[in-house]
């Protein structure tokens, strides 16, 4: 099973200020995605293919990354971006594995 | 517009049962493989089951140990999950996703719509 860690696992950060969360990976992936969970809400898919917005993702929102590292990057939070994010692989199913998720709070 | 609606979650005692629904619209059900996510209080995201358009092909978490049923009714545009022999480790907010498409409509284990989920909480 391909265990995803994420750091860090809080981000306390002000509107406006740039966001840099981190997945990394216990083997190499060739295919990861970003969700943003909100209480209450439904999951949304922001990224996959590591670097591929989903439909309707502002342009915010970037994804880069290769093998055991990838980044997920909010260039200015807005503040509807505070939320948890996880990082997930398809690469070797069952099962699909998801990380423990990072925080990002406001400071 | 794309809209899963999961329902059946509730209280339930240590060894007990429930039966998880997700009823769709706003795409055509039958062509997309289906997924079970669940997450536990204060907990990450946590992969379930999954199942092919006709219902043929069934995968599952190896925590499960079997106790877990995932179907679906293409006529009624619903996914299931049966819960059988629970445990107060199960208790978790329990979603049901599509899984995205590619451009050459091959089916991706990436899952671009989600409930708002239900509630399963067993108790000891």
């Known amino acids: 099973e391909i265990v995803l860690t994420q750091s860090p696992a809080t981000l306390s950060l002000s509107p406006g200020e740039r966001a840099t969360l981190s997945c990394r990976a216990s083997q190499s992936v060739s295919y990861l995605a970003w969700y943003q969970v909100k209480p209450g809400q439904a999951p949304r898919l922001l990224i996959y293919d590591a670097s591929i917005r989903a439909t309707g993702i502002p342009a915010r929102f970037s994804g880069s990354g290769s093998g055991t590292d990838f980044t997920l990057t909010i260039s200015s939070l807005e503040p509807e971006d505070f939320a948890v994010y996880y990082c997930q692989q398809r690469s070797s199913w069952p099962p699909f594995t998801f990380g423990p998720g990072t925080e990002v709070d406001i400071k | 517009e794309v809209q899963l609606v999961e329902s059946g979650g509730g209280l339930v005692q240590s060894g007990g049962s429930l039966r998880l629904s997700c009823e769709v619209s706003g795409f055509t059900f039958e062509n997309y493989w289906m997924t079970w996510v669940r997450q536990a209080p204060g907990k990450g995201l946590e992969w379930v089951a999954n199942?092919?358009?006709?219902?043929?092909?069934?995968y599952y978490a190896d925590f499960l140990n079997g106790r877990f049923t995932i179907s679906r009714d293409n006529a009624k545009t619903s996914l299931y999950l049966q819960m059988n022999s629970l445990r107060v480790e199960d208790t978790a907010l329990y979603y049901c996703a599509k899984h995205r498409k590619d451009g050459y409509n091959r089916w991706e284990s990436y899952f671009d719509w989600w409930g708002q989920g239900t509630l399963v909480t067993v108790s000891s």
């Open positions: 199942i092919n358009e006709p219902g043929t092909e069934k």
